[in-house]
């Protein structure tokens, strides 16, 4: 049975730092794409990042490049996403999702072929 899982939400003053994880069990992802998305209350959800199998290749939306990092490490079977100078915008529930790599970036909710439970981020001001 196939499994994400994220760990890491909790609750954090504007400014403050967090790291998500995201382990993986199952199956192999090799060849699949690893991203984070999230879902504030009463909004969709959206793309956060997204990083290669290779982990060569990463790609964040606008609003939080520069703040968050995404990496992995194919050895655990786990994707991090890293982030710092958290705004209050940013809280939301986090979700890790994996889609496999077709060749090109696919960051849209359909897209993805398996998610995780997700995990809360409360960023406070």
């Known amino acids: 049975q196939v499994q994400l899982v994220e760990s890491g939400g909790g609750l954090v003053q504007a400014g403050g730092s967090l790291r998500l994880s995201c382990a993986a069990s199952?199956?192999?992802?090799?060849?699949?794409?690893m991203n984070w998305f999230r879902q504030a209350p009463g909004k969709e959800r959206e793309f956060v990042a997204a990083?290669?199998?290779?982990?060569?290749?990463?790609y964040y939306t606008n609003s939080v490049k520069g703040r968050f990092t995404i990496s992995k490490d194919n050895a655990k079977n786990t994707v991090y996403l890293q982030m710092n100078s958290l705004k209050p915008e940013d809280t939301a529930v986090y979700y890790c999702?994996?889609?496999?790599?077709?060749?090109?970036?696919?960051?849209?909710?359909?897209?993805?072929?398996?998610w995780g439970q997700g995990t809360q981020v409360t960023v406070s001001s």
């Open positions: 999702a994996a889609t496999r790599d077709v060749g090109m970036l696919r960051v849209w909710v359909s897209a993805m072929d398996y």
């Open positions: 199952g199956r192999t992802f090799s060849g699949y794409t």
């Open positions: 990083i290669s199998w290779s982990g060569g290749t990463t």
